[in-house]
């Protein structure tokens, strides 16, 4: 895996945000085992509750697309401009994680450069997780 070009392309995605309310712009990019890769990013709502994450705007297109097996995914994200601090992915995205993805092998990356970012399992982001595996 290139972690710099899978940066790269969240930085893509992050600009088709659509984030009128909160201006905070986040960008994702899904790296599949197949060596696809499935950009989303945060869509926001005037009634709030039904803003998606950029993390689940990216599973949800790829898992929509038939994929099931995930590599890694980065994310960045920030008010306009360049990201100064490192955007981590919420709870719910966590967990939507959880179910598609090997907590011990998949890799959440958070970035605020091609050439600066953090590099976590998913079970490092999500300690005790619930998953599939739990049922
Ligand atoms: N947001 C994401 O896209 N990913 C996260 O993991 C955290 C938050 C978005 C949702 C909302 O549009 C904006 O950031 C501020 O919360």
Redesign the pocket.
């Known amino acids: 895996m290139k972690v710099d070009e899978l940066i790269e392309k969240a930085f893509e995605a992050r600009e088709a945000s659509y984030?009128p309310y909160?201006k905070?712009k986040?960008g994702a990019a899904l790296l599949t085992k197949g060596g696809k890769i499935y950009k989303g990013c945060?869509i926001?709502n005037a009634s709030y509750t039904p803003?998606n994450?950029?993390?689940r705007t990216a599973f949800f297109k790829a898992v929509s697309e038939g994929e099931r097996e995930f590599e890694a995914i980065a994310?960045v994200?920030g008010y306009d401009g360049s990201p100064e601090d490192y955007?981590?992915?919420?709870g719910v995205?966590r967990q939507v994680m959880m179910e598609f993805c090997d907590p011990k092998s998949f890799h959440v990356i958070t970035a605020v450069s091609r050439d600066k970012y953090i590099d976590k399992t998913l079970e490092e982001m999500l300690p005790y997780g619930f998953g599939p595996s739990s049922l």
């Open positions: 984030s909160s905070y986040v945060n926001e803003t994450c950029a993390e994310i994200g955007a981590y992915p919420c995205c």
